[in-house]
């Protein structure tokens, strides 16, 4: 199966600080990229949408200068976490796609996810 | 608009009886249909999926599920738990999206949390 990778696995960091992650796709490439938060005891929950080269696109409710997401290229995408505040902790979670033969065909992939913690 | 519902948060089963975890679905269309499991730790793993083809679909470590379409369900089974499938279940129903490009903007039911006892 496919490999996604997201770095940090865990990351604890002040109020007003920014924390990057990272989500690589190791041995496909990803057309587009889904971010998820996850909160816990809870499920899924699709934060915004990218296609490599373009701009996100964010669900209702996310904040896009909050979260800024970076798809530069097929295998890596970055998520970002502004000034981040106790709230903002939670679990984020990368979703690749691998574009291939008909739209119904195509296989979403997850990494294992981040856990953020804000003090 | 798409949806799933999980109808049990929690179950508990004994090792070697069998399993059903239930889902019911909401769609405007002829849906695409997954379970996925979240063990600890680590990432989101697809059981099975159903894309308009045999209702019954079959998936891996002796996960099957069954679309029925008058009931709008589609309940996960396997005859027998094992401890190794003690874990977090999710049934998601895929989406229209025009920001994706494509089929499947998923959407997650709340989770069922499967415990499985000796």
């Known amino acids: 199966g496919a490999v996604v990778s997201q770095h940090p696995s865990w990351v604890i960091c002040k109020s007003g600080t920014s924390v990057k992650i990272e989500c690589r796709s190791l041995?496909?490439?990803?057309?587009?990229m889904f971010w998820y938060r996850q909160f816990p005891k809870q499920s899924l929950m699709l934060m915004a949408t990218?296609?490599?080269?373009?701009?996100?696109?964010?669900e209702q409710g996310v904040e896009k200068d909050k979260f800024l997401i970076n798809h530069a290229s097929l295998t890596l995408s970055t998520l970002t976490v502004t000034s981040a505040h106790p709230e903002d902790s939670s679990f984020y979670i990368c979703s690749p796609r691998m574009a291939s033969g008909r739209a119904v065909d195509y296989e979403q992939y997850f990494g294992p996810g981040t856990r953020l913690t804000v003090t | 608009a798409q949806s799933v519902t999980q109808l049990d948060s929690h179950v508990s089963v004994s090792e070697g009886t069998p399993v059903l975890l239930r889902c019911n679905y909401s769609s405007s269309y002829s849906p695409s249909l997954f379970w996925y499991v979240q063990h600890p730790n680590k990432g989101l793993q697809l059981l099975l999926k159903y894309t308009s083809a045999a209702t019954l679909v079959k998936g891996i470590n002796g996960f099957e599920a069954e679309f029925k379409k008058s009931e709008t369900s589609f309940h996960l089974t396997k005859p027998s738990a094992h401890m190794s499938d003690a874990a977090e279940y999710f049934c998601v129903v895929s989406a229209l999206s025009m920001f994706s490009g494509g089929y499947n903007k998923l959407i997650f039911g709340a989770g069922t949390r499967l415990a499985v006892h000796p």
């Open positions: 990218s296609n490599e080269g373009s701009k996100a696109t964010y």
């Open positions: 041995d496909f490439q990803a057309t587009t």
